[in-house]
């Protein structure tokens, strides 16, 4: 008995070996070599150099694009503006035309004050609005004041005439209206 377990006992170390030497062959069959790594790693990196060059030309595509089309946009940005003001300068040659054939000045007045609401309410339609003035407190960041002069019948600050209409595009003022303000009532 005692040899069969001695034989039992050297059997043992010699299967482990040969596991050992069997799990061994199988990895090594599975991990790649070196140079298969060092292969693979440059095709990989070599595929990412080529995806970012890419990337960047795409980039940059889209940027001479973009450049392009605000030039653009900047070169025809009143287009929709001139197309509005053309029929009304088209009246206007009309109107001196007809005052120029006829001789009525008053007919002539009414044509050119058509004119004007029409040129008001093409800037409307773009947001372009008339800056108010009459009778309001100056307000510097929209009036410009040309001149003060002394009225009873104004407070101080108040504008009573405007000399020129100023204009504005929603909350920003385009030109300010230049207006004479009240001194309040004159001194005695």
């Known amino acids: 008995m005692a040899e069969e377990t001695e034989s039992q006992n050297s059997e043992t170390p010699e299967d482990d070996s040969a596991t050992v030497a069997d799990e061994s ?20 990196r070599d595929a990412q150099t080529d995806r970012a060059l890419r990337a ?12 392009r089309e605000a030039d653009q946009i900047k070169q025809f940005a009143v287009a929709p503006l001139a197309a509005e ?13 007809a005052g120029e054939s006829t ?6 007045l009414n044509g050119l004050q058509m004119v004007s609401k029409s040129f008001e309410e093409s800037f409307g339609r773009f947001g372009v ?13 929209k009036h410009e004041a040309l001149q003060q002069v002394p009225s009873p019948d104004h407070e ?27 001194s309040g009532p004159p001194a005695e």
């Open 103 to 108: 001789g009525n000045i008053e007919e002539l």
């Open 56 to 67: 960047q030309a795409e980039l940059e595509n889209v940027r001479r694009r973009l450049i």
């Open 129 to 141: 609005q008339k800056i108010p003035t009459m009778n309001e407190q100056f307000d510097p960041n």
């Open 25 to 44: 062959a199988i990895d090594s069959a599975e991990e790649p070599s070196i140079e298969e790594q060092l292969a693979q790693a440059i095709q990989e």
């Open 85 to 97: 003001l053309l029929p009304l300068l088209d009246n206007l040659q009309r109107g001196i035309t």
């Open 156 to 182: 101080p600050m108040q504008i009573v005439q405007e000399v020129e209409t100023g204009w504005q595009m929603h909350d920003r003022v385009i030109r300010p209206s230049k207006v004479i303000v009240s």
